[in-house]
């Protein structure tokens, strides 16, 4: 066979060949014209079940809409509130309490601040325990010294707030729920009543303060009171704190 002849055969077998892939893609482009892909069908179904939750996609009636389909979801714009220590009431002061606990070595630590309507410090205070056995304990600990000092310096009611849910409880309703420390429950709980103070559960970033106390009582064993004063690691949270309004 000469070479014309070749190129000849070989010009008709590759007219055959793109000849058949163009009619296999017209009959797949044919079909695709009234059947969708897979992928459609199941993105389809996706839309469907977000745009109508309790339709039955099986029955159809509904009609699914493609508008919104890659358009990104609207950004939240609403401002996040900031929740900072509030000052109290006129005529009251307001007592904020801590406790740390480290399990690793059973040691903690107390904190307590004072403060009245304008956010000046009454006092502040922090113990070091050189033995704990919860950090439920360094909680009531705290609470208990923060009334024992609130007896002695405050000049007006007060109030006693504190991050620890479970201490609140305890003190609402002692020996409710019979915890090993009732004892302090009862100390604590019979301080509130003698001055009617309200005891409240507030957030652990409106407790700054007087966790950083007992921070400076467990980790420096440390133990001090101040009077109309506070340590240098605690005046910048009372600086921030005294910008908030009046409950």
């Known amino acids: 066979m000469g070479f014309a002849a070749a190129a000849s055969e070989g010009f008709s077998y ?26 459609h069908s ?4 996706l839309l469907f079940l977000k745009q109508h939750p309790h339709a039955d996609p099986c029955r159809g009636k509904k ?10 979801e609207p950004l939240n714009k609403e401002k996040v509130e900031v929740r900072q220590w509030v000052r109290p009431p006129r005529g009251r002061l307001k007592l904020n309490v801590d406790g740390s606990y480290v399990m690793q070595t059973g040691e903690g630590g107390v904190g307590m601040i004072l403060r009245d309507e304008e956010g ?4 502040a205070a922090c113990r070091y325990m050189p033995a704990c056995t919860s950090s439920l304990e360094a909680e009531l ?33 002692p020996g409710q729920n019979g915890s090993s420390l009732v004892h302090l429950v009862r100390s604590i709980h019979d301080a509130v ?8 559960h507030i957030d652990r970033i409106q407790n700054a303060a007087s966790h950083t106390l007992a921070k400076i009582g467990s980790e420096s064993k440390r133990t001090q009171l ?10 910048e949270i009372i600086r921030m704190d005294c910008n908030v309004t009046h409950s």
């Not at 590759?14 to 992928?39: C, I, K, M, Q």
């Not at 199941?42 to 179904?45: A, C, E, M, S």
């Open 63 to 72: 009609v699914v809409s493609y508008s919104g389909r890659y358009l990104r």
């Open 193 to 200: 009543e003698e001055r009617k103070a309200d005891i409240r």
């Open 14 to 39: 590759r007219a055959s060949r793109r000849g058949f892939r163009d009619e296999a893609l017209s009959r797949r482009r044919a079909t695709w014209g009234h059947t969708r892909a897979p992928h």
């Open 42 to 45: 199941y993105v389809d179904t």
């Open 120 to 123: 000046a410090v009454v006092f």
């Open 226 to 235: 101040w009077l109309s004063s506070l340590p240098e690691e605690v005046e």
């Open 141 to 173: 600990a705290a609470c208990d010294e923060g009334m024992r000092l609130a007896l002695c310096w405050a000049n007006k009611p007060f109030d006693l707030e504190t991050d620890c849910l479970t201490a609140v409880n305890e003190i609402r309703e």
